[in-house]
């Protein structure tokens, strides 16, 4: 089973219907068992028969084997310390770009003592596999399951079980390529590239991805 944690937001919500119309299992996470149960209720709307619930973070995670993070990096450290042990020899995916907008210049990265928020989560969860995707792709997309969307997805992770899960889980959202990004140690270079991403989206009003070519 995949659980979301904060899967009440754009992101979680939009992987967690994509995932779910293609026959996965999946929980919505949410610090409120409640607002995760009306999300689930909601994605089910859009897809009729897929198997969709809600819980609190902790119970979404207790339930399912690959966790991913879906909240903003804020709430990156409380939530993962409070989870603590419970995501010992799961798979951790980390979807977070730590970033904020200024005014007059838009999105910036913001800088992160570990290197990047997946590494950071790895300290934070020594026992579990943590890998880093879907950094780049995009909420509004991921949301309208429908919509063909174009793109690579790389995935960084030091645990080859944990690369090879996403590497498996990427293509069932159709034409979503997996590109094997190495080690966590990149993952920074790929949650940089999402502030880049929100700009060019504000200067030609799209929702912009990225293809790696050559592969
Ligand atoms: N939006 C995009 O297009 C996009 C694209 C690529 C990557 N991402 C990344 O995906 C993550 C989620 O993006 P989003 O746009 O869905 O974010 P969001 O709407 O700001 O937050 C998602 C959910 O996280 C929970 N949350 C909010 N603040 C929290 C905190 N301090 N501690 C714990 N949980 C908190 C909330 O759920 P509850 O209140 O129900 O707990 C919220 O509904 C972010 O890290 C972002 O960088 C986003």
Do not use: W
Not at 43 to 57: D, E, K, S, V, Y
Not at 105 to 128: C, H, K, M, N, T
């Amino acid at each position: 089973m995949l659980a979301f944690l904060g899967g009440t937001g754009p992101e979680g919500r939009g992987l967690a219907i994509r995932l779910a119309l293609a026959g996965e299992e999946v929980v919505i996470g949410s610090r409120d068992a409640a607002r995760a149960s009306t999300a689930a209720e909601e994605l089910l709307l859009l897809a009729p028969g897929a198997r969709i619930t809600g819980a609190a973070n902790a119970d979404a995670a207790a339930q399912a084997d690959t966790i991913f993070l879906t909240f903003p990096y804020e709430g990156q450290r409380p939530t993962l310390e409070t989870l603590g042990e419970a995501l010992d020899g799961k798979i951790v995916v980390n979807v977070i770009a730590p970033m904020e907008f200024q005014r007059g210049r838009g999105a910036i990265a913001l800088p992160v003592d570990a290197g990047s928020a997946a590494e950071e989560s790895q300290l934070l969860l020594p026992g579990a596999l943590v890998a880093a995707a879907f950094q780049n792709a995009s909420a509004e997309e991921l949301q309208e399951p429908g919509l063909i969307m174009e793109g690579d997805v790389v995935i960084c992770s030091d645990h080859k079980a944990a690369k090879d899960r996403v590497m498996e889980l990427t293509p069932k959202i159709p034409n979503l390529r997996p590109v094997d990004g190495g080690a966590l140690a990149n993952a920074k270079y790929v949650e940089q590239i999402t502030p880049l991403l929100v700009n060019i989206n504000r200067i030609y009003k799209i929702h912009a991805g990225i293809k790696i070519v050559g592969v």
